[in-house]
Nanobody, 124 residues
Framework: QVQLVESGGGLVQAGGSLRLSCADS????????MAWFRQAPSKEREFVAS????????YYADSVKGRFTISRDNAKNTVYLQMNSLKPEDTAVYYC?????????????????WGQGTQVTVSS
């Protein structure tokens, strides 16, 4: 059973940084492709970044490329999202997700498990 719990959200000024964490209480974390999505009010959930099971392959949305970094520590059953140079348009609820698919996915429907989300607010 996969149970994902996000943490690390908060309020930050534009240009600042935050690091999100997502911990899995299960025993099969390394078997899942992991990703971060976000959803702003009145908008659809959008892809942010994903990482392969080994951590070697990573993929980013164009809007965050060069500013955000996804990583994982399989020994700690945790995936991270380091967010630098934050902008007000990054404000959203951020969700981590796990997929049983081997290939990196970027669409929500391809992910099987979701966390409850953590709020990130960037003030101008």
């Amino acid at each position: 059973q996969v149970q994902l719990v996000e943490s690390g959200g908060g309020l930050v000024q534009a240009g600042g940084s935050l690091r999100l964490s997502c911990a899995d209480s299960g025993r099969t974390f390394s078997s899942y492709t992991m990703a971060w999505f976000r959803q702003a009010p009145s908008k659809e959930r959008e892809f942010v970044a994903s990482i392969s099971r080994s951590g070697v392959n990573r993929y980013y949305a164009d809007s965050v490329k060069g500013r955000f970094t996804i990583s994982r520590d399989n020994a700690k059953n945790t995936v991270y999202l380091q967010m630098n140079s934050l902008k007000p348009e990054d404000t959203a609820v951020y969700y981590c997700a796990a997929s049983v698919e081997i290939t990196i996915a970027t669409t929500p429907r391809r992910f099987d498990y979701w966390g409850q989300g953590t709020q990130v607010t960037v003030s101008s």
